[in-house]
């Protein structure tokens, strides 16, 4: 069976909220993609999860 993209908004500039919610959305029958907000990126705060990548 080929795997779905499904697409979960990370809308906030809170760090460990974005963790969070990306840890509880991870399933092995979906293909889950983070989508980052405008609100996330204005905050700077991307560069600490974007390096580790």
Same mark, same amino acid.
């Given at each position: 069976?080929?795997?779905k993209? =499904? ?9 460990s909220? !974005?963790?969070k =919610? !990306?840890?509880q959305?991870q399933?092995t ?5 983070p989508k980052?907000?405008?609100q ?7 560069k600490k =999860?974007?390096?580790?990548?």
């Amino acid at each position: 069976m080929k795997h779905k993209n =499904i697409f979960v908004a990370c809308d906030t500039s809170n760090l460990s909220e !974005i963790k969070k =919610i !990306i840890k509880q959305t991870q399933t092995t029958k979906l293909k889950i993609v983070p989508k980052f907000g405008l609100q996330f990126f204005y905050s700077k705060k991307w560069k600490k =999860i974007f390096r580790k990548v």
